[in-house]
């Protein structure tokens, strides 16, 4: 069972806005840490979307955002398009006595 | 930097699990980064296993601290990891990745990933 809280799938048709969540707790999340969030695509590994909340690396498209507030945090994909359709995982540091790196289970974005 | 992931894909029960993740574009021994492995069965989450610094020291997740080793081998720049007693639940794939803080930061880039089933 992960640490973060995420639904197991979202969808919407090309051009739609969707949104994940990830629900912590007051030892990660809520703590203050950031949250990080990745896209892996079918078959390949794990590639950071969003760090520092709601920050994208070079390449990311201004349509992927971040936002965090209390013990929760979002990811928006305004423009939903068919290369979006892929798996998204939300990641934080933990403070508590369990691994310090904690993972959400992941939200599977089917784009219609 | 590149991370390429390597190692048996078939393991046998109660054996121990090993691979190697060869790091191309920095030296493992220099700088400051975090080299991690992570896991991630089918269908399933991930799962962060444990990390070794440039310096040379280590961090395990506590539920997998009595299995896990990780170590490095700076004259072939590769970190290794080894799980011993491995059982069906630990079959996944096995990403390496890396990280430039010990706290929080996020992981950036990872390895494209290592299939192990474990089976008797």
């Known amino acids: 069972q992960s640490v973060l809280t995420q639904p197991p799938s979202v969808s919407g048709a090309p051009g739609q806005r969707v949104t994940i969540s990830c629900t912590g707790s007051?030892?990660?999340?809520?703590?203050?840490?950031?949250v990080y969030w990745y896209q892996q695509l079918p078959g390949t590994a794990p590639k950071l979307l969003i760090y520092?909340?709601?920050n994208r690396p070079s390449g990311v498209p201004d349509r992927f955002s971040g936002s965090k507030s209390g013990t929760s945090a979002s990811l928006a994909i305004t423009g939903l398009q068919a290369e979006d359709d892929a798996d998204y995982y939300c990641?934080?540091?933990?403070?508590?006595?369990?691994?310090?790196?904690?993972f959400g289970a992941g939200t599977k974005v089917t784009v219609l | 930097v590149q991370l390429q992931e390597s190692g048996p894909g078939l393991v046998k029960t109660s054996q121990t699990l090993s691979l190697t993740c060869a790091v191309s574009?920095?030296?493992?021994?220099?700088?400051?980064?975090?080299w991690n492995w992570i896991r991630q069965p089918a269908g399933k989450g991930l799962e962060w296993i444990g990390r070794?610094?440039?310096?040379?020291?280590?961090t395990y997740n506590p539920s997998l601290k009595s299995r896990v080793i990780i170590s490095r081998d700076t004259s072939n720049n590769e970190i290794s990891l080894k799980l011993s007693s491995v059982t069906a639940a630990d079959t996944a794939v096995y990403y390496c990745?890396?990280?430039?803080?010990?706290?929080?930061?996020?992981?950036?880039?990872w390895g494209q990933g290592a299939q192990v089933t474990v089976s008797s």
């Open positions: 990745a890396s990280s430039y803080c010990s706290g929080d930061c996020p992981f950036d880039p």
């Open positions: 574009g920095t030296s493992i021994s220099t700088g400051s980064y975090y």
């Open positions: 070794i610094y440039t310096g040379g020291s280590t």
């Open positions: 007051s030892s990660n999340i809520g703590a203050g840490y950031d």
């Open positions: 520092g909340n709601n």
């Open positions: 990641q934080s540091y933990d403070s508590s006595l369990s691994a310090p790196y904690v």
